[in-house]
């Protein structure tokens, strides 16, 4: 029996165009709480996936119980005594608990007949470990957040499991749900099942684990004894980084304001409210925040796919109802989304067709049909300006790199010449160098006199890129730097600045 | 190093095949059947195919739009019998003895035709719009139409075969431009539609939010486009599309019944879907569905001439329709 129930050695991971995962290691005590922590896009994640057999690694080697094993998929994981309770959670609502905690494993009387009885009865049991009502045929639909999760670590204990990884498990519970579930982890610890922890909250890490891993852009930077560290330590080893030439130099000079949003609040009571800021002509304001603080939720409200309860935009003076993306295309506004295959690109359509979708109404011949030659020449333009590199403009979009779909994306909107750019994630999955040109593309815009408002959950890119940065945290904006005070620790300190229980309710 | 570039040349020899595959079982078919069959290549023959494509090629035609946006239309086949049985109502002769309305004078043709055209986009229109505002999923909503439509065309016909009609009816069906045989008017007007199809779908802004919605809904609406009124159009436009058919189906039988138009719209669907359109959305070209919906007539025709008893057409034309869309997933299985 070796020391370590589980080593992951020297994990590499690339998706297209990014590599995820950099030889990272991760040694693991039965028994324990190991804390894994780094910033959004670190790689935390993609190494769980690696490790569940949701990803199959590049390289690396895991070894079980000091045996090497590999892990296919997910039920192989499973059936191995591995255990995962996920961030997104993914379970079935029309379903019971019981059908949800069993599945993939029924148990049977006669072949391929459920035994439901004993399917039913050992759920309640373990309903009742987790501090829910025994009630395994209840549909799981009807649950609230914080009860599903707690089934899905139901779950995890049922089949178990000797490791159970838990990606941010308390992001929806109440505090005296967290203190429940720190009670179930300390008597899974107690049974020797070790626990891979994942959070972004500081004050949990200390509280619960033995061991703490900090990565960074998809390296291992060390392991330590929880007891070692304090919070300051923690933020500085997850974000301290040497900051080269990596943006381009800002020329612009942010003028007056553009556009204000006082109290803007959605109509879901989870989501974004509250939210007052104001953007300036030629501004690049950043967004920053963790998973889950609703910054694209706040930007789809402003561009009017969701809907809000109150509050107001004014756009240029003038207050506006946005109740549609039309009405904030007509108002000049344009949104590149942060999901670039759901709502971005039109995969299989032409680059040409892509390009043109946007303002097509800009280009009718005797108001019937539209003018081929004229968006030709728009297109051509655009290509030859942005430099996207494709080997024509009806090759379709979806054969092209991250990076140049993006630029193509960002050719649709200027075709509209709007004033403000909403920006979420702008260079999510794109190469280094390519990312060197999106930079170069904003600052240009900016310096044109568009306004930009900027998000990004790579703490660096803002630095480099905005004039301020705007934080926000579960819903709320937390607070606005800018100049000296736009430094990493001070935004991440904003970042994780989350309600108490006492001011919820106040 | 010679292995690796025959194979190389190899695959590329398999794509190219595999990708036009529609296209060369369709030269391949003639060319086997014209040879054992001398008979099959003349004038004759391609009139044939013509007539009985024409109306096919129209309802294919509406059908696409639905398809390309991710959606269906099963009420086409029964538009298409409502919009004969309508037509056949107001164009029978006046000296004819079991007359619907004995006292109705003669009216202009192209009143009716226009009157049927507007009857089945109204009931397109209300397809498209329960699936914009609704929300009620293509499949049913169609489903629903098709039924309702069947119900109306019971209730208008009292369940009669209607006959009779006046040769300026009977004649769009069977005549020919300047009387020549290869020239038949149904071709011609077929042609046409495909021509405004064609147009509409390539030429338009229409058309470009048409692609755009089947090829990704979400960004579309993200993009500004009004996704409730263009998927409105769309039906609309297929349901002109079937009043036409009806029209000249009506004519084309020289009666009609409530059972005509019975399964049109899986024909047509197949048609379009081995013609290229891709039920994934977001891809469809009217060459394509002509092709596709060719392939049906010529496989019928050339099993005719080989002598083969008809109800085995049916087993090949299903294995036809799988084999085309798999072999067209292909495509969108390797970018994967």
């Known amino acids: 029996m070796s020391e370590y129930i589980l080593e992951m050695k020297d994990i590499s991971k690339s998706f297209p165009g990014v590599k995820a995962l950099d030889k990272v290691s991760l040694k693991l005590r039965p028994g324990t709480v190991h804390a894994l922590m780094g910033e959004n896009g670190a790689g935390k994640s993609t190494l769980m996936k690696c490790l569940f057999g949701v990803y199959s690694m590049d390289e690396g080697r895991i070894f079980y119980n000091g045996e090497y094993v590999r892990i296919a998929n997910p039920f192989d994981a499973l059936r191995k005594g591995i255990a995962m309770v996920h961030q997104e959670l993914q379970p079935i609502p029309e379903r019971s608990i019981a059908e949800n905690i069993f599945c993939g494993r029924y148990p049977a009387k006669l072949p391929g007949v459920v035994d439901h009885a004993r399917m039913n009865a050992e759920t309640a049991e373990v ?111 997850m974000v301290g980084r040497q900051m080269t030439n990596l943006f381009p130099r800002k020329e612009n000079t942010p003028g007056e304001t553009v556009l204000e949003v006082e109290n803007y609040t959605s109509i879901n009571p989870k989501s974004f409210r509250g939210i007052s800021f104001n953007l300036r002509k030629g501004e690049i304001l950043g967004v920053s925040g963790l998973v889950g603080a609703q910054r694209t939720e706040l930007m789809e409200g402003l561009f009017g796919l969701r809907a809000s309860v109150s509050g107001a935009i004014i756009y240029k003076g003038v207050k506006f109802k946005c109740s549609r993306p039309k009405d904030a295309i007509d108002h000049g506004i344009a949104l590149l989304t942060e999901d670039r295959r759901r709502t971005g690109i039109f995969g299989v359509l032409s680059v040409a067709d892509n390009i043109s979708v946007a303002s097509i109404n ?93 998000i990004s959950s790579e703490m660096g890119e803002l630095i480099g890129m905005a004039d301020r940065i705007m934080v926000m945290c579960d819903g709320r904006v937390t607070g606005f730097v800018e100049g000296d005070e736009m430094n990493e620790e001070t935004i991440m300190e904003l970042a994780t600045r989350f309600e108490t229980e006492d001011e919820k309710y106040a | 190093m010679l292995e690796a570039v025959k194979g190389v040349q190899g695959k590329k020899v398999i794509n190219f095949l595999l990708n036009n595959a529609i296209i060369i079982l369709l030269v391949a078919i003639s060319i086997v059947v014209g040879i054992l069959r001398p008979s099959f290549f003349s004038t004759l023959t391609a009139s044939n195919l013509m007539r009985n494509t024409a109306a096919r090629f129209i309802i294919a035609l509406g059908v696409s739009g639905c398809l390309i946006t991710r959606g269906t239309d099963l009420s086409a086949g029964r538009s298409v019998g409502l919009a004969a049985c309508i037509a056949a109502t107001f164009m029978q002769r006046s000296d004819y003895a079991s007359k619907v309305y004995p006292n109705m004078g003669d009216v202009n043709i192209l009143l009716v035709l226009l009157g049927v055209v507007l009857v089945a986009v109204m009931f397109g229109a209300i397809n498209g719009t329960v699936i914009s505002f609704l929300n009620v999923p293509p499949f049913i909503a169609t489903l629903g139409m098709q039924t309702i439509i069947y119900g109306i065309c ?183």
């Not at chain 1, 005797?366 to 009806?394: C, Q």
């Not at chain 2, 409730?228 to 058919?245: E, F, V």
Request: glycine letters at 12%; charged letters at 20%; aromatic letters at 8%.
């Open chain 1, 127 to 237: 309903l009742k470990k987790v501090g829910l009502d025994p009630e395994p045929e209840r549909k799981l639909g009807t649950l609230s957040v914080s009860q599903i999760q707690l089934v899905e670590i139901a779950r995890a204990v049922s089949v178990g499991a000797r490791i159970v990884i838990m990606d941010e498990p308390t992001s929806s519970l109440t505090s005296s749900e967290v203190s429940k579930l720190f009670g179930i982890i300390d008597s899974l610890r107690e049974e020797g099942v070790a626990i891979i922890y994942i959070s972004h909250k500081m004050d949990e890490i200390l509280r619960i684990s033995n061991d703490v891993t900090i990565m960074r852009d998809g390296q291992y930077i060390g392991t330590w004894p929880a007891g070692e560290l304090t919070t300051d330590l923690i933020i500085t080893r």
């Open chain 2, 154 to 336: 019971l209730v208008f016909t009292g369940a009669q075969p209607i006959g009779g009609f006046r040769e300026v009816y009977t004649n769009v069906a069977s005549g020919s431009l300047f009387g020549i045989t290869v020239l038949p008017y149904l071709a011609i007007i077929s042609a046409v539609c495909g021509v405004i199809m064609w147009f509409v779908y390539n030429k338009t802004a229409h058309g470009k939010y048409l692609y755009a919605i089947g090829g990704n809904e979400n960004a579309a609406e993200v993009n500004g486009i009004n996704t409730r009124r263009t998927k409105i159009i769309i039906y609309a436009t297929a349901g002109a599309m079937y009043g036409l058919a009806g029209f000249l189906l009506g004519g084309k039988a020289g009666g009609t019944s409530v059972n005509l138009g019975w399964g049109y719209e899986l024909e047509a669907i197949a048609g379009c879907t081995i013609g290229g359109v891709s039920t994934n959305g977001g891809v469809g070209r009217v060459s394509g569905i002509l092709v596709g919906v060719l392939v049906f007539e010529l496989l019928r025709i050339a099993m005719q001439f080989m002598g083969v008893e008809p109800s085995y057409t049916y087993i090949v034309q299903g294995l036809v329709i799988v084999l085309a869309v798999a072999v067209d997933m292909r495509k969108y299985v390797a970018k994967k």
């Open chain 1, 362 to 454: 800009k280009f009718h011949k005797y108001k019937l049909m539209i003018d081929g030659k004229k968006i030709n020449e728009l297109v051509e333009a655009n290509v030859k300006k942005l430099s996207i590199k494709t080997p024509g403009i009806r090759t379709l979009i979806q054969s092209l790199s991250g990076g140049n779909q993006q630029k193509v994306i960002v050719s649709r909107w200027l075709a509209n010449d709007p004033d403000v750019f909403i920006m979420d994630e702008p260079t999510r999955g794109i190469d280094v160098g390519a990312k060197y040109e999106i930079y170069c593309i904003i600052a240009d815009l900016a310096k044109q006199g568009k306004s930009i408002l900027m």
